[in-house]
């Protein structure tokens, strides 16, 4: 992972709604360190901006990020985070504290390529549908891909891609798969165009006649 994320932190004793109201005005976003063991979760606080100026960056929801507490720092990954419904406003963030030796499990963006240079599309004039964005996956913190990339170079017309058929970094696995071959659901996929869709009808109704 060549992207880095390092946030300073300061601890928060006042706790409760009201308590994080007031941060939110004082430009301040509440949060939560957990997990661990046998160590306890810490209230702390981060700078609203520069949270939301990290969000805007893929990479954030899928690193490991430094977080500066006084004179140490703990690495931790983002778990959760709140949002107004209508603002551009992070109203709180559960981070998980990481440890090199302890898989984590956590959701990893898709990328589609080559869904242009797909013989489905180019060449039969399929539209592709995306059935899932991202997949949840475990693996160490070494190991956590930023992304993982969907090829549809080869994909036809009603073909698809399923979870199984994806390429995974070392050491790292789809959580779904471990659960039975039921949940190797289709990731992407290729269906007739419209025009195509609309020729076949034609073509029914005339055997009809």
């Known amino acids: 992972?060549?992207?880095?994320?390092?946030?300073e932190a300061e601890p928060r004793?006042?706790?409760?709604?009201?308590?994080?109201?007031?941060?939110?005005?004082?430009?301040?976003?509440p949060a939560i360190l957990y997990g661990g063991t046998g160590?306890?979760?810490?209230?702390?606080?981060?700078?609203?901006?520069?949270?939301?100026?990290n969000t805007e960056?893929?990479?954030?929801?899928?690193?490991?990020?430094?977080?500066?507490?006084?004179?140490?720092?703990?690495?931790?990954?983002?778990?959760?985070?709140?949002?107004?419904?209508a603002k551009p406003v992070i109203l709180h963030l559960d981070l998980l504290r990481v440890s090199e030796d302890h898989e984590?499990?956590?959701?990893?963006?898709?990328?589609?390529?080559?869904?242009?240079?797909?013989?489905?599309v180019k060449q039969e004039g399929g539209a592709v549908s995306h059935h899932l964005t991202e997949v949840e996956v475990k693996c160490l913190p070494s190991n956590m891909p930023e992304f993982i990339e969907v090829d549809l170079s080869g994909l036809h017309v009603n073909q698809?891609?399923?979870?199984?058929?994806?390429?995974?970094?070392?050491?790292?696995?789809?959580?779904?798969?471990?659960?039975g071959a039921e949940y190797d659901v289709p990731v992407v996929?290729?269906?007739?165009?419209?025009?195509?869709?609309e020729e076949g009808e034609e073509e029914g109704e005339v055997s009809e006649e």
Do not use: W
């Open 39 to 53: 160590r306890d979760p810490m209230p702390i606080m981060l700078d609203h901006n520069v949270i939301l100026h």
């Open 160 to 179: 698809s891609i399923k979870l199984s058929d994806l390429k995974l970094p070392e050491g790292v696995a789809i959580i779904a798969l471990t659960h």
């Open 13 to 29: 004793e006042d706790l409760g709604k009201g308590a994080s109201r007031r941060l939110r005005r004082a430009g301040k976003v």
């Open 57 to 85: 960056d893929e990479a954030f929801y899928t690193h490991i990020l430094e977080v500066k507490i006084g004179g140490r720092v703990e690495r931790a990954v983002l778990r959760d985070m709140q949002r107004h419904p």
């Open 189 to 197: 996929s290729i269906h007739p165009g419209r025009g195509a869709a």
């Open 1 to 7: 992972m060549s992207v880095s994320f390092s946030l």
């Open 104 to 120: 984590l499990q956590v959701r990893v963006p898709l990328h589609f390529i080559n869904e242009e240079a797909a013989p489905g």
